[in-house]
C-alpha cells in the first residue's frame, strides 16, 4: 500500500486557469505538509496542517489555498495559475512528535503554460 | 525563519573514496533531518538527529549533529555508484516551520 499517494503526477494548465492537487495518507498521521520544490531543487515548505492548525508560510501568495476534508487529506487548490508556479509539489505527512521523520508523496509535475 | 546551508552544492567523487557534506543551520534547534532523493524522484528519509552529539550509521552513509556549533556532517565512506543523488539537510524552526538546506548534488563516478 502506498503510504502517501498524490494525484495527479502530471499538471499542464494554461495560465490564470484554477487547478487542485489531492494528497491522501494511510499512515495515521496527525500532521500533513505541502512543499514547492523548484527547478533548482530548492524545497520550500509552503503549509503544515493538523487538524487543530494550519501554519502558512506568510512568503506563499494567497492564490495557495489548502483544504482538508478529513485527517487522511489535505488537498492544494490554486487560484489563477501563474508561469513562476510550474514546480513539484510534494505533499508529506509525519506526527506531530519532533523526533518522527515526515514521509513523502511521489511529488506532482506542475508545469504552466 | 531557520536558514539551513549545505556545501558542497555539488560534489562529484570517485568510486571507493571518502567525503563529507556539511550543514550549517541558523537557530539553536537539537532536531536535524537528512533526506535522499533520486532524479525525477520523491525524498527519502534517511537519518533523524536528535541531540547534540548524536551519530546514526547506515551502510556507507553516517550523520552526525553538534548542536552548539550547530552543525552536521554526513559522511560517505567508499563511496559506491548508487549513492548517487541529491541530499539535503532539514530542520524545524523556532516558529514550527520545516525547512530543507539548499541540497548537495552528489556523483559518484566508476
Known amino acids: 500500500d502506498t503510504a502517501v499517494s498524490q494525484t495527479p503526477k502530471y499538471l499542464v494548465t494554461q495560465m490564470g486557469n484554477d487547478k487542485s492537487i489531492k494528497c491522501e495518507q494511510n499512515l495515521g498521521h496527525d500532521t500533513m505538509y505541502w512543499y514547492k520544490q523548484d527547478s533548482k531543487k530548492f524545497l520550500k515548505i509552503m503549509f503544515s496542517y493538523n487538524n487543530k492548525e494550519l501554519i502558512i508560510n506568510e512568503t506563499v501568495p494567497n492564490r495557495f489555498s489548502p483544504k482538508s476534508p478529513d485527517k487522511a487529506h489535505l488537498n492544494l487548490h490554486i487560484n489563477s495559475l501563474e508561469l513562476g508556479d510550474s514546480a513539484v509539489y510534494f505533499c508529506?505527512?509525519?506526527?506531530?512528535?519532533?523526533?518522527?521523520?515526515?514521509?513523502f508523496g511521489p511529488g506532482t509535475r506542475l508545469l504552466v503554460l | 525563519e531557520l536558514k539551513v546551508e549545505q556545501n558542497p552544492l555539488f560534489l562529484s567523487m570517485q568510486e571507493g573514496k571518502n567525503y563529507t557534506i556539511y550543514c550549517n543551520y541558523s537557530?539553536?534547534?537539537?532536531?536535524l533531518y537528512w533526506y535522499r532523493q533520486d532524479p525525477g524522484k520523491s525524498l527519502e528519509s534517511l537519518f533523524v538527529?536528535?541531540?547534540?552529539?548524536a551519530v546514526k550509521q547506515e551502510g556507507r552513509l553516517m550523520a552526525s549533529l553538534d548542536t552548539k556549533a550547530r552543525l552536521s556532517t554526513l559522511h560517505i565512506t567508499a563511496a559506491v555508484h548508487d549513492l548517487s543523488a541529491t541530499y539535503f539537510c532539514?530542520?524545524?524552526?523556532?516558529?514550527?516551520?520545516?525547512?530543507f538546506g539548499t541540497g548537495t548534488s552528489l556523483t559518484v563516478i566508476p
Open positions: 538527529l536528535l541531540s547534540n552529539g
Open positions: 532539514a530542520g524545524w524552526s523556532t516558529g514550527n516551520q520545516f525547512y
Open positions: 537557530t539553536t534547534s537539537d532536531r
Open positions: 508529506a505527512s509525519s506526527q506531530p512528535r519532533d523526533e518522527e521523520t515526515q514521509y
